[in-house]
């Protein structure tokens, strides 16, 4: 009888943390993510073909804009596009590239293709990713790993590199010091001053509540540790003799 109490009370908390999870807005999880791939991806590899497999994550808004941070190393004026969607176009800005049009299908994701003139002699490089939605969402790939290898749930894409060397530079200034409407807001020409490859501070998107940390996982441990409290109290109550 104790079991099948306590088998109740679990069954109960996790449909409370499942509904919890459902009924938070925005909540949803992170089955897919922004990845590059770079054709070869070699150190020092000249005309390198870099795809980027923006998977779409809204089940009600198509993408409308990619906005891609390039590491240290490549400048805008060292890419060039290869393919984008249909009717859209690539833009340049002071540290960066954006791909927008028309919005693409709900669930589709925004693919394209760029070729890169040469790839730095890095051991790996990292690009940040803003990924726009219709309905004014922006998703945020641009988390890097913990000191302890640590991933995030919005790591930004990152290709090691063969026979390279070294880490790059930490861009400056942090993320957190960029308004996020500063950071996602294309320019409508290239910029006339790109930055250097190596050493000059570059402007970087700050981080975004939709798809950093979330309160979510406070209140499904609460309702956990409630049940828990509550199991406790029924087999403690059922175990107490009968009074005389």
Known sequence: M???????????????????????????PASAHTEITIDPARAGAKNALATVHA??????????????????????????Q????????????????????????VGRGAEHQIRIRQLPTYASVTFKVLQSY??????????????DGSASDNPAPTVQLAGGSGAAPTA??????????????????????????????????????????SPLWWIVGAVLVAAVIAAAVIVARRRRPPAS
């Open 134 to 147: 219709s309905d004014g969402r922006t998703d945020r790939w641009i988390a890097l790993p913990g000191e």
């Open 172 to 213: 400056t200034p942090s993320p957190a010091s960029v308004p996020p409407s500063a950071a996602s807001a294309p320019s409508s020409s290239p910029a006339t001053a790109p930055a250097s490859a190596v050493g000059t501070p570059r402007t970087e998107p700050a981080a975004n509540e939709s798809s950093g940390t």
């Open 55 to 80: 998977e779409a994550e809204s089940e009600t808004a198509g993408v409308t804009k990619v906005q891609v941070f390039l590491p240290v190393g490549i400048t805008p004026e060292d890419v060039t």
């Open 82 to 105: 290869v393919s984008l969607p249909k009717k859209w176009k690539l833009t340049k800005q002071q540290d960066s590239y954006t791909v927008a049009g028309p919005a693409l299908a």
């Open 2 to 28: 104790v079991r099948q109490t306590w088998r109740r009370v679990a069954g109960g908390a996790a449909a409370a943390a499942a509904g919890c999870l459902l009924a938070l807005p925005g909540a949803h």
